[in-house]
């Protein structure tokens, strides 16, 4: 068997190995596909389905199907945004995403998403929900207003941390991230330096006593389309 | 035929998408050349002359005398434009949108200590005279009111969005911002 396999995405020829996921042998390649639940180091989720792509015409989640010799990917199709952007708008509406007084914004994947598939506003009715906030934790807090339910924390503390901290309760849109005691996050064994805490994507999972350290004009996105890093390395392969 | 006409209004805002309108510093004279001011508070022309062709409004609806200026605008306007992140998505006073409006008039007006109060009303009474609009249950986004034709997110936008957006529409030409005119704070 060889070690590599050729796969085609947006009509370029790309060199992957066996055991990738088409995510990451895109990531290699220098493609970037956006994503929201899948992050380095976590075993993938595909949940979020913003990195949808067309396998052989089938829509399949980019961060857990594995690469087959011959396959054909379409990514950047208008076809293909437009799922993402449905998928994009109905996150911002479950939510209460009040990006104006957000610490997280500007270093924000989901408004980063949101930028560079190029929405100005989400075109279906807010839902304006009532989901609670958890600041018993004298160093992190939890806004569920924020939550976009990628799970990443739930993955980082299980995986990474060891400790199972988080986890999902109730159903559909009642659907919430929860720690596994009873009680509030001041119960459990969670700490600040934890990886649970940086997985999280949005401003739903924060450090206390940070705010708005970094000035707008020098944050993440604020001048580079996220997946910029991952472009950068396009033709490297 | 004369130049185009441009009204702006404020409904449940701050006016701070308004400072960013005249925060186009000096390119504020070429706007005049391109456009003439209608009812807006910035000329401070209360009613319509006759139909206009952008309106840029700014905050949602959070009483009915927003949905009435609203609904007037769309109705005088060719082209209507939510500016910034209260008219797109309700903004900071949709916080309310989850708590029942008693309880946020109780918060604002009862005379118990424990939940207020924010101002002096030494009868406890929710302010009821006739010539206050009446408050709706919710912020509404504009969208969800009226047709909306463009989107500029931000809280306010950057004053460049709205230039390049207005030049765009008065020149005819597509209006496509760059990547960092695009900012939802």
């Known amino acids: 068997m060889s070690d590599t396999i050729t796969l085609t995405i947006d009509g370029v020829e790309i060199q992957g190995k066996p055991g990738q996921t088409i995510m990451e042998a895109a990531d290699a390649a220098g493609i970037y596909i956006p994503r929201l639940c899948a992050m380095d180091g976590l075993v993938p989720h595909g949940s979020c389905r913003v990195c949808t792509v067309m396998v052989n015409g089938r829509p399949q989640s980019a961060c857990t199907q594995p690469i087959a010799p011959g396959i054909v990917v379409d990514n950047e199709t208008d076809e293909i945004n437009a799922i993402r952007r449905d998928i994009v708008d109905m996150l911002f509406v479950e939510g209460n995403h009040f990006c104006m007084f957000c610490e997280k914004s500007g270093n924000c994947e989901l408004q980063a998403v949101a930028y560079r598939l190029g929405i100005a506003a989400p075109r279906f009715p807010f839902q304006f929900p009532d989901c609670g906030i958890d600041a018993s934790h004298p160093d992190i807090f939890i806004d569920r207003d924020r939550c976009i339910l990628c799970g990443r924390c739930v993955r980082a503390s299980q995986d990474l941390d060891g400790k199972d901290v988080f986890g999902f309760v109730g159903r559909g849109s009642e659907k919430r991230i929860a720690v596994n005691s009873d009680a509030k996050l001041k119960d459990t064994n969670i ?10 994507p949005v401003g739903a999972l924060l450090k206390k006593r940070v705010g708005f350290a970094v000035p707008i004009g020098q944050r993440k996105y604020d001048h580079k389309p996220i997946g910029s890093d991952i472009e950068q390395n396009k033709g490297s392969l | 035929m004369g130049k185009p006409k441009l009204a702006t209004t404020s409904l449940c805002g701050c006016f701070g998408c308004h400072m960013s309108v005249l925060d186009i510093d000096d390119r504020i004279l070429k706007l005049i050349e391109l456009v003439d001011f209608d009812k807006s508070p910035i000329d401070d022309i209360k009613e319509f002359t006759g139909p206009v062709d952008i309106g840029l409004i700014e905050g949602g609806c959070c009483n009915e005398e927003n949905v009435h200026v609203l609904k007037d605008f769309r109705k005088n306007c060719k082209i209507l434009i939510s500016v910034g992140d209260c008219a797109i998505d309700g903004g900071i006073p949709a916080l309310r949108n989850n708590i029942p ?43 969800e009111i009226v047709k909306i034709d463009y989107h500029l997110p931000g809280c306010p936008p950057p004053a460049d969005t709205i230039w390049e957006a207005m030049v765009a529409l008065l020149t005819d030409k597509p209006v496509a911002l760059p990547y960092e005119l695009i900012k939802y704070d």
Do not use: I, M, Q, W
Request: proline residues 11%; negative net charge; glycine residues 4%.
């Open chain 1, 191 to 200: 700490d600040v330096t934890d990886k649970a805490v940086e997985a999280c």
């Open chain 2, 101 to 143: 409006l008693k309880e946020c008039f109780d918060e604002a007006y009862s005379t118990d200590n424990r939940l207020g109060p924010a101002v002096l009303n030494p009868s406890g009474k929710v302010p009821n005279d006739p010539e206050l609009p009446l408050l709706l249950d919710r912020v509404y986004p504009c969208s």
